[in-house]
């Protein structure tokens, strides 16, 4: 089936014995055309079947996400190069995922105690260095200053009373009975400062506090012999561990993506089964989902039974169902930007019209409208090149939110690019200057003589001009009042051309679903309360454009909202409410009484019941929603129609921002007979014209074409009361962060 509508769907119901279970769900999880139903919902995970294999599979998650981290951290790079191995089963992957991480555990662990021993000793080399040298530096002030102090204040009886703590130590034969005289060591670089000041309270400033970076390469043969040689032993250990560890990490990254894959897939089979039920014998278990009747289901649940050897086969039994179906449109590269669009708004309802086929022309057009410039259009074009052309390459990288963003959008960009260009050879603007491509103006100088031939003394003297807007209107007098007029009325006629399309999408729903109803008080008061106020109005711009009429249509806008057409709102409000409760109640004569449940039969819980059930009718409900629908149409058809007005404001705005920027900026600086004015002029439009016409322009004319399809267009027809079909897919498997 096209775009148009969404797929037809049928409710299926599985009885899959028990041998055949896992291949026959892995199977359908490559073919990905089937959306199961929980049947277990009212279970918590932890009281389903198969619990113990999915935390079997999580464990092995676990080990492999911490095998890529220790591959990261060893700077290996994995190995994107298939890797001839034959195919494993579960049980062997877990014992060799264990074997590998009790290896690298153990690996690190001797890792980390070798390289402890390797600071410690390293640490005490630079201890034993550092320290002698301070003790040679200070040998000869020691033996002055000790002989000063044996002459001037040892000899003094009182020195023991009133001596600080370092003098005492430093006076010969008083020295404490630990004969400590000093304390060396090793401590990070950046707490020195507060070591010295704890130091020096502690000490109550007795103290001498020395200091000297630590360097790893010393070279001291006297007093670090032994440690030197133990250090030589623990690096060649160390790098040998390394090179160990590296090759085992190498190993394993040549089958890292495979064997993730294979447990995702094994994660996703056995959460799937948990979704189903046994049977009563045990033997068998019961399943229940959607899937699009094009889908060769059956096939593959053959192929599954032939495959697992099962004597008894799959039965594909098709079932009705109460609820609506899901919703599932084909799309493919190129359609997919465009229905993820219109789903941000709401899922289309099962088989209703899918706006996405008209947003794919439309919503790269009205953008267009707005941001219409051939020189802009043409930035764009070249960067939605590079993204088509790096498309196989791009699709395989991890790319930033903003640049994923816009590679998955990059044929939205193709397309607004190109309209973009059209608009703005329309418009005549390339980067705000016009060009006379398509001939000569139409306009020329009334005298040979006309010196201000921008501004005054121009008549026509040819031919209109043959596409778009004649360039001498640029720089007129009159451009802006031309341009506003031109750009107006055009966004007015757009805007009533998309309504319209709008309400006959809504006919062609209500014609599919075989609602007359809706046809009758609906689309036919719609389209002649529309078309009788702005489709008017759109017919006098057109008459006005070609006979050239000197008319004032405010004015009869004015006189025809003074006498509008009061009948069509009651033709909107007060015939459907009351219809539908007529019908309803003839089609449920005689059903007022409900069935009464038994144990052999109960239509709640047999869901492949297709009796019809009885449903109390709520006409002030069906009242109210009519008078709302209808107040909002009347009300919306003028506010949607002015809002189409943001066409014309925006692409003046963007017009007159590209004027600015060329004649203020650029013009300005060529004027100077100045390279280096003239490069920061070039490089200041540049700049101007990247990050403000280019990026934020582009964004906001994208939000307000984004506006004008959900608000203005897809009011009109659109409910968006449906929800995607998420069918059971090898291919749309994320990984688990947990």
């Given at each position: 089936?096209?775009?148009?509508?969404?797929?037809?769907?049928?409710?299926?119901?599985l009885?899959?014995?028990?041998?055949?279970?896992?291949?026959?769900?892995?199977?359908?999880?490559?073919?990905?055309?089937?959306?199961?139903?929980?049947?277990?919902?009212?279970?918590?995970?932890?009281?389903?079947?198969?619990?113990?294999?999915?935390?079997?599979?999580?464990?092995?998650?676990?080990?492999?996400?911490?095998?890529?981290?220790?591959?990261?951290?060893?700077?290996?790079?994995?190995?994107?190069?298939?890797?001839?191995?034959?195919?494993?089963?579960?049980?062997?992957?877990?014992i060799?995922?264990?074997?590998?991480?009790?290896?690298?555990?153990?690996?690190?662990?001797?890792?980390?105690?070798?390289?402890?021993?390797?600071?410690?000793?390293?640490?005490?080399?630079?201890?034993?260095?550092?320290?002698?040298?301070?003790?040679?530096?200070?040998?000869?002030?020691?033996?002055?200053?000790?002989?000063?102090?044996?002459?001037?204040?040892?000899?003094?009886?009182?020195?023991?009373?009133?001596?600080?703590?370092?003098?005492?130590?430093?006076?010969?034969?008083r020295?404490?009975?630990?004969?400590?005289?000093?304390?060396?060591?090793?401590?990070?670089?950046?707490?020195?400062?507060?070591?010295?000041?704890?130091?020096?309270?502690?000490?109550?400033g007795?103290?001498?506090?020395?200091?000297?970076?630590a360097?790893?390469?010393?070279?001291d043969?006297?007093?670090?012999?032994?440690?030197?040689?133990?250090?030589?032993?623990?690096?060649?250990?160390?790098?040998?561990?390394?090179?160990?560890?590296?090759?085992?990490?190498?190993?394993?990254?040549?089958?890292?993506?495979?064997?993730?894959?294979?447990?995702?897939?094994?994660?996703?089979?056995?959460?799937?089964?948990?979704?189903?039920?046994?049977?009563?014998?045990?033997k068998?278990?019961v399943?229940?989902?959607?899937?699009?009747?094009?889908?060769?289901?059956?096939?593959?649940?053959?192929?599954a039974?032939?495959?697992?050897?099962?004597?008894?086969?799959?039965?594909?039994?098709?079932?009705?169902?109460?609820?609506s179906?899901?919703t599932?449109?084909?799309?493919?590269c190129?359609?997919?930007?465009?229905?993820?669009?219109?789903?941000?708004?709401?899922?289309?309802?099962?088989?209703?019209?899918?706006?996405?086929?008209?947003?794919?022309?439309?919503?790269?057009?009205?953008?267009?409208?707005?941001?219409?410039?051939?020189g802009?259009?043409?930035?764009?074009?070249?960067?939605?090149?590079?993204?088509?052309?790096?498309e196989?390459?791009?699709?395989?990288?991890?790319?930033?939110?903003?640049?994923?963003?816009?590679?998955g959008?990059?044929?939205?960009?193709?397309?607004?690019?190109?309209?973009?260009?059209y608009?703005?050879?329309?418009?005549?603007?390339?980067?705000?200057?016009?060009?006379?491509?398509?001939g000569?103006?139409?306009?020329?100088?009334?005298?040979?003589?006309?010196?201000?031939?921008?501004?005054?003394?121009?008549?026509?003297?040819?031919?209109?001009?043959?596409?778009?807007?004649?360039?001498?209107?640029?720089?007129?007098?009159?451009?802006?009042?031309?341009?506003?007029?031109?750009?107006?009325?055009?966004?007015?006629?757009?805007g009533?051309?998309?309504?319209?399309?709008?309400?006959?999408?809504?006919?062609?729903?209500?014609?599919?679903?075989?609602?007359?109803?809706?046809?009758?008080?609906?689309?036919?008061?719609?389209?002649?309360?529309?078309?009788?106020?702005?489709?008017?109005?759109?017919?006098?711009?057109?008459v006005?454009?070609?006979?050239?009429?000197?008319?004032?249509?405010?004015?009869v806008?004015?006189?025809?909202?003074?006498?509008?057409?009061d009948?069509?709102v009651?033709?909107?409000?007060?015939?459907k409410?009351?219809?539908?409760?007529?019908?309803?109640?003839?089609r449920?004569?005689?059903?007022t009484?409900?069935?009464?449940?038994?144990?052999?039969?109960?239509?709640d819980?047999?869901?492949?019941?297709?009796?019809?059930?009885?449903?109390e009718?709520?006409?002030?409900?069906?009242?109210?929603?009519?008078?709302?629908?209808?107040?909002?149409?009347?009300?919306g058809?003028?506010?949607?129609?002015?809002?189409?007005?943001?066409?014309?404001?925006?692409?003046?705005?963007?017009?007159?921002?590209?004027?600015?920027?060329?004649?203020?900026?650029?013009?300005?600086?060529?004027?100077?007979?100045?390279?280096?004015?003239r490069?920061?002029?070039?490089?200041?439009?540049?700049?101007?014209?990247?990050f403000?016409?280019?990026?934020?322009e582009?964004?906001?004319?994208?939000?307000?074409?984004?506006?004008?399809h959900?608000?203005?267009f897809?009011?009109?027809?659109?409910?968006?009361?449906?929800?995607?079909?998420?069918?059971?897919?090898?291919?749309?498997?994320?990984?688990d962060?947990?």
């Amino acid at each position: 089936m096209d775009l148009m509508r969404s797929e037809k769907m049928t409710f299926v119901q599985l009885i899959i014995p028990v041998e055949s279970a896992h291949r026959a769900v892995s199977y359908l999880g490559e073919l990905g055309l089937l959306q199961f139903r929980d049947m277990n919902s009212d279970k918590s995970p932890f009281q389903r079947t198969f619990v113990n294999q999915v935390k079997r599979c999580a464990e092995m998650s676990r080990k492999l996400r911490f095998f890529k981290e220790q591959i990261s951290k060893a700077g290996l790079i994995s190995s994107a190069r298939p890797v001839m191995q034959p195919d494993l089963e579960l049980e062997e992957l877990e014992i060799q995922l264990a074997e590998h991480e009790h290896e690298l555990i153990e690996m690190n662990s001797n890792s980390e105690k070798l390289r402890h021993s390797y600071n410690e000793l390293l640490e005490f080399k630079m201890v034993l260095q550092k320290a002698g040298g301070f003790l040679v530096s200070n040998k000869s002030h020691s033996v002055t200053e000790e002989r000063e102090l044996d002459e001037n204040i040892y000899s003094n009886d009182s020195y023991v009373e009133t001596a600080s703590l370092l003098e005492q130590e430093m006076r010969p034969g008083r020295s404490d009975p630990s004969g400590l005289r000093f304390i060396s060591g090793i401590i990070c670089k950046s707490k020195v400062l507060r070591f010295e000041r704890m130091l020096f309270r502690a000490t109550r400033g007795n103290m001498l506090f020395n200091q000297a970076p630590a360097d790893e390469w010393i070279m001291d043969p006297l007093s670090t012999e032994m440690v030197s040689s133990r250090l030589a032993d623990l690096e060649t250990t160390l790098d040998a561990g390394i090179r160990h560890r590296n090759k085992a990490l190498t190993s394993i990254s040549f089958h890292l993506a495979k064997w993730t894959k294979m447990v995702r897939k094994e994660k996703a089979v056995y959460d799937t089964l948990n979704m189903l039920n046994f049977d009563v014998t045990k033997k068998c278990l019961v399943g229940e989902g959607w899937c699009p009747i094009f889908a060769k289901t059956q096939e593959v649940l053959h192929r599954a039974t032939f495959d697992s050897s099962s004597q008894v086969g799959i039965i594909f039994h098709e079932m009705e169902a109460v609820e609506s179906p899901p919703t599932y449109f084909r799309t493919n590269c190129f359609t997919g930007p465009f229905q993820e669009i219109v789903d941000a708004y709401g899922v289309a309802g099962y088989q209703e019209a899918n706006p996405a086929v008209y947003t794919v022309i439309t919503f790269p057009f009205l953008f267009a409208v707005m941001f219409g410039d051939w020189g802009h259009g043409i930035c764009l074009l070249l960067g939605a090149l590079f993204l088509i052309a790096r498309e196989s390459k791009l699709s395989t990288q991890k790319l930033g939110s903003f640049m994923e963003m816009l590679f998955g959008g990059r044929y939205v960009l193709l397309l607004m690019s190109l309209f973009s260009i059209y608009c703005g050879l329309i418009y005549n603007e390339f980067f705000s200057v016009p060009f006379h491509i398509f001939g000569e103006s139409a306009y020329g100088c009334r005298e040979a003589t006309c010196s201000d031939a921008r501004t005054a003394g121009l008549v026509k003297i040819r031919e209109p001009y043959p596409f778009g807007v004649d360039p001498s209107w640029r720089g007129s007098r009159s451009e802006l009042p031309f341009l506003n007029s031109l750009k107006m009325k055009m966004s007015i006629l757009l805007g009533v051309a998309q309504m319209n399309l709008g309400i006959i999408i809504s006919y062609f729903n209500a014609r599919f679903f075989r609602s007359s109803l809706d046809i009758r008080y609906q689309f036919v008061p719609q389209m002649i309360f529309l078309n009788s106020l702005f489709g008017y109005l759109s017919l006098l711009i057109i008459v006005k454009w070609c006979t050239g009429s000197q008319a004032d249509l405010y004015h009869v806008m004015i006189y025809m909202f003074l006498s509008p057409t009061d009948d069509l709102v009651p033709w909107m409000l007060f015939p459907k409410p009351f219809i539908l409760k007529k019908l309803h109640t003839e089609r449920f004569q005689g059903r007022t009484y409900g069935f009464l449940g038994t144990s052999e039969m109960d239509l709640d819980v047999e869901p492949d019941s297709a009796r019809q059930r009885y449903e109390e009718f709520n006409f002030s409900e069906v009242f109210v929603h009519q008078m709302i629908h209808s107040i909002e149409f009347v009300l919306g058809a003028v506010s949607n129609t002015a809002s189409y007005l943001r066409l014309w404001a925006l692409s003046l705005a963007h017009s007159e921002l590209s004027t600015v920027f060329y004649e203020k900026v650029l013009l300005l600086a060529w004027g100077y007979n100045n390279f280096a004015i003239r490069l920061v002029g070039l490089a200041v439009f540049a700049f101007a014209t990247a990050f403000i016409l280019l990026m934020m322009e582009t964004l906001s004319a994208f939000l307000h074409a984004l506006r004008l399809h959900w608000v203005e267009f897809q009011n009109k027809f659109y409910h968006g009361d449906g929800y995607k079909f998420k069918p059971f897919s090898f291919a749309t498997l994320v990984e688990d962060e947990d």
